[in-house]
Nanobody
Framework: QVQLVESGGGLVQAGGSLRLSCAAS????????MGWFRQAPGKEREFVAA????????KYADSVKGRFTISRDNAKNTVYLQMNSLKPEDKAVYHCAADRTYSDYVPIARREYDYWGQGTQVTVSS
């Protein structure tokens, strides 16, 4: 079993930055691909970013490319999402997700992830 706990959300003005963290416990962290998804009220949960178990392969949604950076520290069992140049449309609940993997494949679909955190709220004011 894997448990995921997000932190770092909050209120920030447009153009500002936030750093989200996701702490994992349970099975060996390095054997899991990790991803971030977000969901705004009235909208479906959408892919944001993901990183392979090795950290060598990453994927980003077009809407956040150049602004967000995903990274991981396997020694600390933690994945991060550095969010810069935040926009009001980035406002959402951000969820951390994990999936067991035996390759460097990075899925971007919700159905491909088996474990989910409860989420952390990110609010961006104009």
């Amino acid at each position: 079993q894997v448990q995921l706990v997000e932190s770092g959300g909050g209120l920030v003005q447009a153009g500002g930055s936030l750093r989200l963290s996701c702490a994992a416990s349970g099975r060996t962290f390095s054997s899991y691909v990790m991803g971030w998804f977000r969901q705004a009220p009235g909208k479906e949960r959408e892919f944001v970013a993901a990183i392979s178990w090795s950290g060598g392969n990453t994927k980003y949604a077009d809407s956040v490319k150049g602004r967000f950076t995903i990274s991981r520290d396997n020694a600390k069992n933690t994945v991060y999402l550095q969010m810069n140049s935040l926009k009001p449309e980035d406002k959402a609940v951000y969820h951390c997700a994990a999936d067991r993997t035996y390759s460097d494949y990075v899925p971007i679909a919700r159905r491909e992830y088996d474990y989910w955190g409860q989420g952390t709220q990110v609010t961006v004011s104009s």
